[in-house]
């Protein structure tokens, strides 16, 4: 079956950097685009990053521009979140996401996320 499996979180300060690495197995991953999202307490799961299935194209939230790399390892089966410059504001969990058409529908996976907290 389908697993997304998030590790690399943990506790930072402030200006500190982080990679989040998730796992995928259960599918052909070279195949589908894949995508970061992250929730902070109270407050909905937003996109953070994604990256097209052969790393042609990535898109960025606006909050982490300049400072979040998104990347995959086609061989490895796994895409990461490089975090840098962190922010008190980037604490959130954070999880894995792939989109998988079959049955003549989409289906949305998760991962079981990774916290990640930015504090002095």
């Known amino acids: 079956q389908v697993q997304l499996v998030e590790s690399g979180g943990g506790l930072v300060q402030p200006g500190g950097s982080l990679r989040l690495s998730c796992a995928a197995s259960g599918f052909t991953f070279s195949s589908y685009a894949m995508y970061w999202y992250r929730q902070a307490p109270g407050k909905a799961r937003e996109l953070v990053a994604d990256i097209t299935s052969a790393s042609s194209r990535t898109n960025y939230a606006d909050s982490v521009k300049g400072r979040f790399t998104i990347s995959r390892d086609n061989a490895k089966d796994t895409v990461y979140l490089q975090m840098n410059s962190l922010k008190p504001e980037d604490t959130a969990v954070y999880y894995c996401?792939?989109?998988?058409?079959?049955?003549?529908?989409?289906?949305?996976?998760w991962g079981q996320g990774t916290q990640v907290t930015v504090s002095s």
């Open positions: 996401n792939v989109n998988l058409y079959y049955s003549g529908s989409y289906h949305i996976y």
